[in-house]
């Protein structure tokens, strides 16, 4: 098992010919429109052990999702875990092939064990800082940790959760989370040597490509902020042209649509969003929390919303109509939506059935 191809992705996408504007080519990839997420909120209830993502997972493929995102924190190393088991069962029933699917993860944040540590504290000293990963100066609010060390750990123990032997794409996960603390140069410093260790790990063959998934790092309006033309700078100083930094994910939804419309980047000396700076740069978009974790269903759409996305009145759900949105964004190569449940997966997928909206159409959303 090696990573995705374009050939085995392509071949992924004709299984599914009868959909509409469900696929799209990305560095010589095909991915689908909508990405199956397993980020699970609240991760200390209990109750977030007692389900599983496996019937999920093989729903996802068989309905067309061939982009699978997790991260070595996710419940702790279950969604990875579990995500190993359904792979495993579908590719043992030739279901499908490794190599048609993109299977990413992150790392950054201290993933502790399943099931938790009496002393968190005592698992961080005992398995970072004590086995030379990271320095307690290192560590972050007791979470985060971006050294090269503990990354290429993190990035290890994905890949044996997930029991694959290359992941696609690696996410640094959350990096604005050390930016306040180091302040700018310093930031920037740790990122080169990050990008270093990334690119030596991708020259191993661990991953592809290497990217940065942030929740408000590129559209912040404060200290926050990360330049993308600036981690572009560093990907070239550390890989040469040949760098594999190409991705970048961030949250984007109906609710949460200012990377669309707030220029918050700079590139040539001209101010943009990041949309705008990543099509520039060449840098792919995968679009995160496309439901805001079911936040964008207090109250319903508007009428006028919902005409917008779907004129042919087949979309029976504000779900469809907020997925529909995302895959719909210009520039956006993916939209990421998380579920435990095989039927709404299901029932998610239904928007295959109609073209995603063009873009005249789309901009009238944000005057609505």
Excluded at 85 to 109: P, T, Y
Excluded at 315 to 322: F, G, V, W
Excluded at 355 to 361: F, G, I, L, N, Q
């Amino acid at each position: 098992m090696g990573f995705a191809t374009f050939e085995e992705t392509y071949g992924f996408a004709k299984k599914f010919s009868n959909y509409k504007d469900f696929y799209i080519k990305h560095n010589d990839l095909i991915f689908s429109k909508l990405g199956l997420g397993t980020f699970n909120k609240e991760p200390y209830k209990e109750e977030n052990y007692v389900f599983h993502y496996i019937e999920a997972v093989k729903q996802a493929v068989r309905s067309g999702i061939n982009l699978i995102d997790t991260a070595s924190n996710y419940r702790y190393g279950q969604s990875e875990k579990e995500i190993g088991e359904a792979l495993q069962e579908l590719m043992a029933s030739e279901e499908v092939k490794r190599e048609e699917l993109i299977i990413c993860s992150k790392g950054g944040f201290i993933q502790l064990d399943f099931p938790f540590p009496k002393n968190p504290y005592t698992w961080i000293s005992e398995n970072v800082i004590e086995s030379g990963l990271a320095s307690k100066e290192d560590i972050e609010l007791d979470q985060h940790c971006m050294t090269p060390d503990f990354l290429e750990y993190s990035c290890k123990k994905s890949l044996d959760n997930l029991g694959v032997k290359q992941l696609d794409i690696y996410y640094l996960h959350n990096p604005e989370m050390q930016m306040i603390k180091y302040g700018k140069k310093e930031f920037y410093k740790r990122i080169e040597k990050v990008f270093k260790r990334f690119e030596k790990l991708a020259d191993d063959g661990l991953f592809k490509s290497y990217g940065v998934a942030v929740w408000n790092g590129f559209t912040a309006e404060n200290d926050e902020l990360i330049s993308l033309e600036k981690l572009l700078e560093t990907a070239v100083k550390v890989g040469g042209k040949n760098h594999r930094f190409k991705y970048i994910q961030l949250p984007f939804n109906m609710g949460k649509t200012n990377a669309y419309t707030t220029q918050t980047q700079v590139v040539d000396n001209e101010e943009c969003t990041i949309f705008q700076a990543a099509h520039r740069l060449g840098i792919g978009i995968i679009g995160s929390s496309a439901l805001l974790q079911m936040n964008l269903f207090k109250k319903s759409f508007s009428p006028e919303s919902g005409v917008v996305l779907d004129d042919t009145m087949t979309l029976t759900s504000d779900i469809q109509l907020a997925l529909q949105f995302a895959r719909s964004t210009p520039g956006l190569v993916s939209s990421l939506f998380a579920s435990k449940v095989p039927v709404h997966i299901k029932e998610n997928c239904e928007i295959s059935k109609i073209k995603a909206v063009s873009r005249s159409k789309y901009d009238l959303l944000y005057r609505l």
